[in-house]
């Protein structure tokens, strides 16, 4: 199975900030990569897909790149909406799997 | 509107089964692969299982696989989990879902406690 791991898995940071976050993939999964936001009670919401394709109705603040094995997610101007728990997913090759997540908090 | 709707949650025993069910509704059902994902309370996405349009070719996740059967009824544009043998384990809300490409759709949930 192929392994994610998304650092870092607490990220503090203020409105305004640059942010990004990491994802490795134990193996190559070319760009089958998918990010994603969650917010208390709620299902994810879909940002990017294959690695850089952003989803409709996503901000342009939020952009992926990557390809193989590493893969970062940006947002380029932090949001007070922003703050949540952020997801990648390989879909390469069954069992799809996700990372960890990484918490996003308020400085 | 497109629409994903999770039914058939609620508590049940260890060692017993219960079906879920997903309703789809404003696309076209049969041309999309399904999939279930849980969380656990207070953790992360946990992949289940996946099933083609056809519904020919289904996969699950090592800790689901001989307990889970997917399955998918697209005369009724709907999805299913049964599931067996639940353990404490098992207890997480589960969301169906079409693949991560353009316009994915997720459903809101179903809670699943596996509790005596």
């Known amino acids: 199975d192929i392994q994610m791991t998304q650092s870092p898995s607490t990220l503090s940071a203020s409105v305004g900030d640059r942010v990004t976050i990491t994802c490795r993939a134990s193996?190559?999964?070319?760009?089958?990569l998918a990010w994603y936001q969650q917010k208390p009670g709620k299902a994810p919401k879909l940002l990017i897909y294959?690695?850089?394709g952003l989803e409709s109705g996503v901000p342009s603040r939020f952009s992926g790149s990557g390809s193989g094995t590493e893969f970062t997610l940006t947002i380029s101007s932090l949001q007070p909406d922003d703050f949540a728990i952020y997801y990648c997913?390989?879909?390469?090759?069954?069992?799809?799997?996700f990372g960890q997540g990484t918490k996003l908090e308020i400085k | 509107e497109v629409q994903l709707l999770e039914s058939g949650g609620g508590l049940v025993q260890p060692g017993g089964s219960l079906r879920l069910s997903c309703a789809a509704s404003?696309?076209?059902?049969?041309?999309?692969?399904m999939s279930w994902v849980r969380q656990a309370p207070g953790k992360g996405l946990e992949w289940v299982s996946a099933?083609?349009?056809?519904?020919?070719?289904?996969y699950y996740a090592d800790s689901v696989k001989g307990r889970f059967t997917i399955s998918r009824d697209n005369s009724k544009n709907t999805l299913y989990l049964q599931m067996n043998s639940l353990r404490a384990e098992d207890t997480a809300v589960y969301y169906c879902?079409?693949?991560?490409?353009?316009?994915?759709?997720w459903g809101q949930g179903t809670l699943v406690p596996v509790s005596s």
């Open positions: 997913q390989q879909y390469n090759s069954y069992p799809y799997t």
């Open positions: 099933i083609s349009t056809s519904g020919g070719s289904t």
């Open positions: 879902a079409t693949p991560p490409t353009a316009a994915t759709v």
């Open positions: 294959k690695a850089s």
């Open positions: 193996q190559s999964i070319g760009t089958w």
């Open positions: 404003g696309f076209t059902f049969s041309n999309y692969v």
